[in-house]
């Protein structure tokens, strides 16, 4: 049986939620009742993704900005107070970027824009969504990743930023719990039909090593992270705060750092040739 929530009448943004993992949690809140926001850098994302929530029967909207930039962050949030009329009940701050490579083949800008992306994001979007947040009683999540824990070949830049991702998490959980906001990382394993997992696993040999690594044996699914955000939002989670929630099979006590770094050797095989 499907699982299910009831977030009729309550406020859900979704940072990120034009495509993949982020998507499919803002699409699990569209079915579950939830009045919808999304957000990413592209207007064209932000527009296609409002119309299929609207055919999920959402009331939802968007707003494009750069998480890089704090200063149209922060107007983002004036825009979605607007459409909701109110205050956020639940926020998920995904916005992420990834371009695997040996640290000594990317450029400074390239570590930059990781880094701005995925850590200084977090920090934007959790210091201009403090002042809209429903207080006590707003819930937020942040999308983590496997790299913050597990040391990955090819992805120096990304582990150290998601990481940070999650002490951001813990330390808001502390400064931010008085008032009611409960916050929480999830950290999703590999997710199928995804763009981060077709950059980090571009061949069937690499997604069958990384399927027989995971205990469950098989691939996540968006929806898979979407019902997590969902548990963690609701009042069955209203006791969890500050935790980073693996959804993953499994994979990250099970190998995750291995079978990366061999996929990463594999690809440094496939661009010698």
């Not at 989670?237 to 061999?262: E, F, I, K, N, R």
């Amino acid at each position: 049986m499907s699982m299910t929530f009831d977030f009729s009448g309550q406020n859900v943004f979704v940072v990120g939620g034009t495509s993949g993992i982020n998507f499919g949690i803002a699409q699990g809140f569209a079915r579950w009742g939830a009045k919808v926001m999304v957000a990413s850098r592209s207007q064209k994302k932000v527009d296609a993704a409002v119309e299929t929530l609207k055919e999920l029967g959402a009331k939802a909207s968007g707003v494009a900005f750069d998480v890089r930039d704090y200063a149209a962050v922060e107007a983002g949030f004036e825009t979605v107070r607007d459409f909701f009329g109110g205050e956020i009940d639940n926020l998920v701050s995904g916005a992420a970027g990834n371009v695997p490579g040996r640290l000594v083949d990317l450029s400074p800008n390239a570590v930059k824009a990781m880094v701005e992306i995925d850590l200084m994001g977090t920090f934007h979007v959790m210091r201009a969504a403090y002042p809209h947040l429903k207080k006590p009683g707003a819930s937020v999540v942040n999308i983590s990743a496997p790299q913050a824990f597990a040391a990955m070949s090819h992805q120096s830049p990304v582990c150290a930023a998601k990481a940070g991702v999650d002490m951001v998490t813990k330390s808001l959980a502390l400064e931010w719990g008085a008032e009611g906001v409960r916050i929480n990382s999830i950290s999703p394993g590999p997710i199928d039909g995804t763009e981060g997992m077709v950059r980090l696993a571009p061949t069937d040999q690499i997604r069958e090593a990384i399927v027989k690594s995971v205990p469950i044996k098989r691939f996540g699914t968006p929806d898979d992270i979407a019902k997590a955000a969902g548990f963690l939002c609701s009042d069955a989670g209203s006791y969890v705060s500050g935790v980073v929630l693996p959804v993953d099979g499994g994979w990250g006590v099970s190998g995750a750092s291995v079978v990366m770094t061999a996929a990463a050797g594999f690809m440094d095989k496939l661009t010698q040739k």
